[in-house]
């Protein structure tokens, strides 16, 4: 499956932004999507996960209350919603797919596809 994700941009402190992950292929509906996110000079952390029915979702701590992930299974596209960002939200975010893992276990290493990356920039 490839991965394109779009939707970053720079954002003032409290703003929204949504981002989205458009998927290739017909197995989109059997995977469990992520979103993870890398700020420079860190490690890429967890930021949200949805099964592949999109009715279980896990979010970071960070997030949890102001980030919503949703999936459109009939459109092979999963979303993060973001919304009362905060400065320390600026980093590059990163879709990922896999088959294999379950959404509770929200670790990169389990993940075996990939998005581009798409940039976010929050200016306090």
């Known amino acids: 499956v490839q991965l394109q994700a779009s939707g970053g941009g720079l954002v003032q402190a409290g703003g929204s932004l949504r981002l989205s992950c458009a998927a290739s292929?017909?197995?989109?509906?059997?995977?469990?999507m992520g979103w993870f996110r890398q700020a420079p000079g860190k490690e890429r952390e967890f930021v949200a996960t949805i099964s592949w029915s999109g009715g279980t979702t896990y979010y970071a701590d960070s997030v949890k209350g102001r980030f919503t992930i949703s999936r459109d299974n009939a459109k092979n596209t999963v979303y993060l919603q973001m919304n009362s960002l905060k400065p320390e939200d600026t980093a590059v975010y990163y879709c990922?797919?896999?088959?294999?893992?379950?959404?509770?276990?929200?670790?990169?290493?389990?993940?075996?596809?990939w998005g581009q990356g798409t940039l976010v920039t929050v200016s306090s």
């Open positions: 990922a797919a896999d088959p294999n893992t379950y959404p509770e276990i929200g670790v990169p290493y389990e993940f075996d596809y």
């Open positions: 292929g017909r197995t989109f509906s059997t995977y469990v």
